[in-house]
């Protein structure tokens, strides 16, 4: 699990220099908001890996529904952030949607290629 951490650490700091180094996403990049919701992520991630953990030695079913699971907390969290960003009327929505919307694809892949270790291990 500590490996986990720190591959999100490390995928999290990339999204965070990112918004730096990238010139059109810099006004997302260097907001607070932007900040906020990479450690969401980071935090959410976690979380979700924590609960695929418990459950991997489960029953194939409580695996197979902790894994949809997650996959559907993320996606409606990415939704809820990106709608709430643009409905309170904040600068640069298409940029932020966009980066959210990576945010999400690296958290995500960094998951799935995780669970599938787990699934390997069993």
């Known amino acids: ?7 999100v650490a490390f995928l999290s700091a990339l ?3 990112a918004g730096y180094i990238i010139p ?5 990049g260097v907001s607070l ?18 609960w695929i953990n418990r459950v991997k030695n489960a029953s194939p079913i409580k695996f197979t529904t902790a894994v949809s699971g997650t996959t559907a907390v993320k996606m ?18 298409l940029h932020f949607a966009f980066g959210v919307f990576a945010l999400f694809l690296g958290n ?10 787990l699934v390997r291990k069993r």
């Open 76 to 93: 409606f969290s990415t939704l809820a952030i990106i709608t709430i960003y643009m409905a309170s009327k904040q600068p640069n929505t």
């Open 33 to 50: 908001v932007w900040v906020l919701v990479v450690l969401l992520y980071s935090a959410l991630t976690i979380v979700l890996r924590a």
């Open 108 to 117: 995500t892949a960094l998951f799935v290629a995780d669970a599938q270790r």
């Open 15 to 17: 999204f965070l220099a």
């Open 24 to 28: 059109a996403f810099k006004p997302v």
């Open 1 to 7: 699990m500590q490996k986990f951490i720190l591959k």
